[in-house]
């Protein structure tokens, strides 16, 4: 049943983060959409010579933290002021400074909560298959080399041109990824 | 392990600061690869090949953690007045260790934290050490309130959880404050290590030798690949996870004061105890990382990666931390006396003179003159020295929270209830067994963990950055010109 | 992204920038602000030496925290705030002259510090007075003036030593020798000075935090001023290329930072006074939660951190021209208000009562700082061009 291989894409190495650099820009520049730089560490400025996004991470943290400080001050509130009232050290019911403490340790865990998950999300893992991993020189892009992988689902993807172009770019290997 | 030796006693070598650009941080001429080989070849070895001494230690850890496992079992059995507890001590060893520890958890979350947003590059060789530290000595630390409560079956009552009897827990208690803060905490930095461990482990992924070790890391690097689009995402999520886990160690702590600052009892409550308590667990937790990283940087050939200067740079902030506490004493000292509260200045004669004195003069000269040695560059730089010195303080800070807690409570207001501390024997094991339980965590992530974080540490070499060039264009990389 | 890095050469105040004039506007403003003060002496006696005291501590904060900013630089090997550094050297630069404006404080003792009065005290204050007694307090005041313009004269002068004596690496390391030892000085000298000047006002109380608050204020008075003087210049036609947005973003950065610092001290010193509920620890939230003060307690938590805490929270406010400057005034402002909240309600009246005073005063004192800080900018170059981290300070950039 084993399906023949499809090329996924085109998988080009480098060796160093200033070759990467370069390299990318010119992808960019030739306008590809759907193809990703892979390093061993993050490189400094890569996303502007990628034409990346700047990541939306801060929205969905700034919204965890906003509703993890509303529902502790607001639930501290209820519980020790409305649901048990209890007058403890002649404290009022309603106690804001005392509650301020938890309100600032709940904020920062729904805040780091949702910045751990938005992480995860965003970057679309776990996922513990990707075609590229069956390459055995992709191996040392956790190690120190550096890579560019064009999509073929790009729609200016075109195996002999995309070559050429990432041959252009000072790639010290080309090699097909298969699906 | 690695073989460079020349390149290991390299990393003593103490030199002078340069007054333009920046010392190397990592010693030697290396590649990317060289770093890799380095740190991962701890882990990688086989399990058969476990060096001796780790397998002694390990096992000694080990056992020392099952005493204290069948100490909680005897506590529980008998209760808690086999503990050297009385009235008016009510608070004893377990809070003094409660403290201690989770003081010592408070340099990893500070070093990846508030070193990374004051771009303070040389903690890339350290914070790894100093996070596992954290959510060990955390751990600990939870061990003490936990058994503490009596009845531990029922310890899930410190949570607001709705019950069939419609009582809530107090919110206006500094003690269930601690139970957030402390839980934020660990869970907090628990999340951040894992975030930064995730590109490592898919380093060990990769180059796994063996199915199981494959798959293991595998699994829990998620299927990492060095996306540039992920790096994106991971270097903001980094920043936003350092931005928060900065204020939140201080607040840790703050809480932890707020439990004695709060109350009304001379030498309790008093208003600097938040930022004094935040700049001991400062001291400790720096002191505690020279403990560990000393002799771990030695036997893991890891010298040339954690340098001298690394060394200097915790005796600065031993030295600064130090003097921030002699400060926080100085001024409880000048207050007591100044408010003209009469039960003020007797507390404070009374830890200096009474019949805790043995333990102030220890607190003392540990914590506030021992660091003084490091205003000399010789101490600051020798190795020896500071490990024997990091010890001290780990004394000191353990004796300090020792003063506060039992001077106060022994000698209180009414002459008619005071009452001399003994700890019992079960106090003792139980402070020793949870170094068991410490060490235990620690030698297992010291062997199968990235003990630095890789990446991170090839980010700050100076081929990381994209306009690097190599000193000379006719040799490919640099590592190729330092073996030529 | 790889800029060439071009030593700037817009560092002198040329003589037809207004800036070179600062000095006589300062003066001039200054003057008149202290006659206002003075005026109505006769009628106002207490309240203008209070108003003198908080425009007097305002000003110093600002002086101190420059002061702090640069043994700080020093002590961390700082390579980003070499161009800004100069800034705040010229600022603290002023320091010696606060002993001269230390006079009405001096001459004011009586009606600003009860504990003056020695003929009249209760039992605490008699308990107390081996510290808080005239003699003593004026032999304290001599040692804070003496400690902060030495260590003032001696990083200024090695600075400026270095713009001739181009990257003279030994000046950059005496420097950073003696940061360690100036932090301990500073750190001890500012905490008593606090004590002495502004808790001793209500003799009675006291709290061991006080002297970090002081700090914390300080700080913030000092980053923005240095934020507010580096967007001067530049509108002035001056440091173009020196002083770039990283600069800003990163006094941005310390702005925010001890915006949150400020509050976290604020509210843990308030918090355990409040929890442990003693008589004579509340006197001094008692105090300000009546005659119309109240508003200023409550609206604090409010103006000076929830407000700026939101507002700097955004990079892109911290990177961006105008949103720095905002940043920075409105932080200004509240440091001002700060101060005023801790000195004005122990001159007894009723909030704002008299209030244009407390302006003057502070157009007087302040005044005569920018008249002073004017006269040291004119002297030198308006950055340390010849600091060895030049180079790495202007091609700094944020990650």
Known sequence: ??????????????????????????????????????????????????????????????????????????FMIWVNAFDYPLNIGGKPLASVPAFIPVTFELTVLFSVFACFFGLWFLCRLPQLFHPAFANKAFARVTDDKFFIIIEAADSKFDKSNTRTLLEQTGATLIEEVED | MATDMTAQSYGDVNLEDPVSGRELLIRGNHDFHYVTEAVCSVAEMKLLDTPKPWVFGWMLAVSVLAFLGSLILYLIWEGVGIWGNNNPVGWGWPIVNFVFWVGIGHAGTLISAILYLFRQKWRTSINRYAEAMTIFAVICA????????????????????????????????????????????????????????????????????????????????????GSQRHWNHYEKAYQIMACFSAPLVLSVHTVVSFDFAVSQLPGWHTTIFPPYFVAGAIFSGFAMVQTLVIPARAWLGLK?????????????????????????????????????NEYEGFTFINRMFGPYWWAYWIMMSCNVFSPQFYWFKKLRTNITFSFILSIFVNIGMWFERFVITVTSLANDFL?????????????????????????????????????????????????????????????????????? | MAHEIKIPEDVDLPASSLWSKLWIIGAGVGALGLVGTFATYSSNQKHIYHSYLFAFMTMLSIALGCLAFVIIQHVVRAGWSAVIRRIAENAMMTLPVFVLLFIPVYVG???????????????????????????????????????????????????????????????????????????????????????????SEQPHWYSTMFGVYYFAGSMLGAYAFMTLVAKGLQKGGLLKTAITTEHYHDLGKFLFGHTVFWAYIGFSQFFLIWYANIPEETEFFIHRLHHGWETVSYALPLVHFFIPFFFLLSRHVKRHPTGILVGAFYVMAMHILDVWWLVMPNAGGHMGEKIWIDACALLGVGGAFLAVFGFVMNRHKLIAIGDPRLEESLAHENY
């Open chain 2, 415 to 484: 002459i008619s209830s005071w009452d001399y501390f003994v700890p019992t024997w079960v106090d003792i094991s139980m402070f020793i067994g949870s170094f068991g339980l410490f060490f235990t965590l620690f030698l297992l992530f010291v062997r199968f963990f990235p003990v630095i974080a890789i990446a991170e540490a090839k980010s700050v070499m100076p081929e990381a950055d994209p306009h690097y060039h190599p000193p000379h264009d006719d040799h490919p990389a640099p590592a190729a010109a330092a073996s030529a």
């Open chain 1, 1 to 74: 049943m084993a399906k023949p291989p499809r090329t996924w894409g085109l998988l080009a190495q480098y060796e160093s983060a200033a070759d990467i650099y370069k390299a990318c820009e010119k992808v960019r520049d030739a306008g590809y959409s759907k193809w990703d730089a892979h390093t061993p560490f993050p490189v400094h400025g890569l996303d502007k010579a990628m034409g990346d996004k700047p990541s939306p991470l801060p929205w969905m943290v700034l919204g965890g933290g906003l509703t993890g400080g509303t529902f502790a001050m607001s």
């Open chain 2, 142 to 225: 939870l061990v003490f309130p936990g058994i503490h409560v009596g009845r531990i079956w029922l310890a899930y009552w410190l949570l607001p959880l709705p019950n069939q009897m419609d009582m809530w827990v107090n919110f206006r208690s500094p003690l269930l404050w601690d139970v957030f803060a402390v839980g934020t905490y660990f869970t907090v930095s628990l999340l951040f290590w894992f975030t930064g461990l995730v590109p490592d482990f898919a380093t060990l992924r990769d180059r796994a030798q063996h199915k199981v070790a494959q798959v293991l890391y595998g699994i829990v690097a998620m299927g990492w690949r």
């Open chain 2, 304 to 340: 040339h990666i954690v340098t001298i200067k690394h060394i200097e740079n915790m005796n600065k902030i031993i030295l600064l931390t130090g003097s921030l506490v002699g400060y926080a004493y100085t001024m409880e000292f000048f207050m007591a006396w100044y408010s003209g």
């Open chain 3, 109 to 199: 003792v009586h009606d600003l510090y009860h504990w003056s009065h020695a003929e009249s005290l209760d039992d605490i204050l008699k308990a107390k007075a081996p510290y808080l007694n005239m003699e003593f307090w004026r032999i304290r005041a001599v040692v804070y003036f003496v400690i902060w313009g030495v260590l003032a004269v001696f990083f200024y002068r090695k600075s400026t030593a270095q713009d001739d004596n181009q990257k003279d690496p030994s000046l950059t390391r005496s420097m950073w020798k003696a940061s360690g030892v100036a932090v301990l000085l500073f750190g001890l000298s500012q905490t008593f000075a606090s004590f002495d000047w502004l808790m």
